[in-house]
C-alpha cells in the first residue's frame, strides 16, 4: 500500500498514547479529570455466580469509577481493549448519564487505537446519531473516516476501503469545516484520492499491455477527469498519447502530449510522451475542443 501520512495527536483524554494510530488532532476533547478514585479499589473483581439472578450481580458501580478505570487503562496501561470494555459498561450500567455520552466516545478511540476498526465504527456511528449536536460529533465523523482509511489496502486489492474513506472524512469537512479535524480529513483525503487513482492506473497500464486500448483510455481518463491533483495523473497523460497513436486517433494524442507539457513540463512523463509523438511525425499540438483540455481548464490549471 502506499506509504500515508500519519498525524501526530493526542488522545481524547489529553494523554498522548504511544502506537501506530492516530486519529487526528484533539486540542480540547472531553476535558474531563479524573475524580479522585482509588484505582487499588478499582482493580478489584466482583465474583458472582454465573446461574444467579440480577440481583447476585451487586449494585451498579459509580459512572465516574468506570469511567476513571478505562482511562487509567488506557493513557497509563496502553491496555485499549481492556478500557472499551470499561467504558461499555458506563453505557450498559448507565445508559442515560454525561458519563455514557462521554464514554461512547472513548469507547470508539479506543477500539481504533487497538485496531479494532469495525468497532470502533459502530460505536462513533452510534454517538453522531445520538449526539449530532454535541461538540464532539465532529470527532466521531473524523474517527469514522480515519477507521476506513486505516484499512486502505494496497493498490492491487479492491478498493472499496478507499472509497468510503474518502466519503466519510468528506463529511467531515462539509459538515464541520471550521474545525481541526476537517483540516486532517483533508491531507487524508489526498492520500485516499492518490490510492484510488493508483488502482485505475493499474488497471490501465493492464489493458495496455493487452493492447485493449479502449479499455486503457477509459481508465487513464478517470484519472485525468477525477483525480487531476495526484502524482498520477502525468503518467496518466502520456499513457493517453501511448493508447491514441496505437489506435490512430492522433490528433487526441497530440493533444495529451501537449497539456502534459504546458502542465508539468519538466516531467519524464512528457519527454516520452514528446518522443512517441515526434516518432510518428507530429508535434504536441493542442487541440481546446477536445476533453483533455476541458477538464484542465475545468480545473484551471490548464
Not at 169 to 187: C, G, M, N, S
Request: glycine share 8%; with cysteine.
Amino acid at each position: 500500500m502506499l506509504g500515508r501520512t500519519k498525524t501526530n495527536t493526542v488522545s481524547p483524554s489529553g494523554a498522548a498514547p504511544a502506537g501506530r494510530r492516530r486519529a487526528g488532532p484533539l486540542a480540547t476533547l472531553l476535558a474531563v479529570t479524573l475524580v479522585a478514585v482509588p484505582l487499588g479499589a478499582c482493580s478489584s473483581l466482583d465474583i458472582f455466580n454465573l446461574f444467579g439472578s440480577k440481583n447476585d450481580l451487586g449494585p451498579d458501580e459509580p459512572a465516574e469509577k468506570l469511567y476513571n478505570e478505562g482511562l487509567y487503562l488506557l493513557n497509563e496501561k496502553r491496555d485499549y481493549r481492556d478500557a472499551a470494555r470499561k467504558f461499555e459498561e458506563v453505557d450498559r450500567q448507565h445508559p442515560y448519564s454525561e458519563w455514557a455520552r462521554k464514554a461512547l466516545l472513548m469507547d470508539a478511540y479506543a477500539h481504533f487505537q487497538a485496531g479494532n476498526y469495525d468497532s470502533a465504527i459502530g460505536a462513533a456511528k452510534r454517538y453522531v446519531t445520538l449526539h449530532p449536536g454535541s461538540s464532539d460529533a465532529a470527532y466521531a465523523q473524523f474517527l469514522i473516516g480515519s477507521s476506513y482509511y486505516e484499512q486502505i489496502p494496497d493498490v492491487t486489492r479492491d478498493q472499496a476501503r478507499s472509497e468510503r474513506a474518502m466519503r466519510e472524512l468528506e463529511e467531515v469537512v462539509r459538515k464541520f469545516p471550521d474545525t481541526e479535524y476537517a483540516i486532517a480529513a483533508k491531507r487524508k483525503m489526498e492520500v485516499a484520492r492518490d490510492q484510488l487513482a493508483g488502482k485505475e492506473m493499474q488497471v490501465g497500464r493492464y489493458y495496455l499491455k493487452q493492447r485493449d486500448f479502449t479499455g486503457a483510455i477509459n481508465r487513464f481518463k478517470v484519472v485525468v477527469t477525477h483525480y487531476q491533483t495526484t502524482r498520477h495523473v502525468e503518467e496518466a497523460l502520456m499513457r493517453l498519447t501511448e493508447a491514441y497513436l496505437s489506435i490512430g486517433i492522433v490528433q487526441e494524442a497530440q493533444t495529451a502530449a501537449a497539456v502534459l507539457g504546458h502542465n508539468f513540463p519538466d516531467s519524464p512523463w512528457y519527454k516520452d510522451a514528446y518522443t512517441l509523438v515526434r516518432t510518428g511525425g507530429h508535434e504536441p499540438k493542442e487541440n481546446e475542443g477536445s476533453w483533455i483540455s476541458r477538464a484542465f481548464r475545468k480545473l484551471g490549471i490548464g
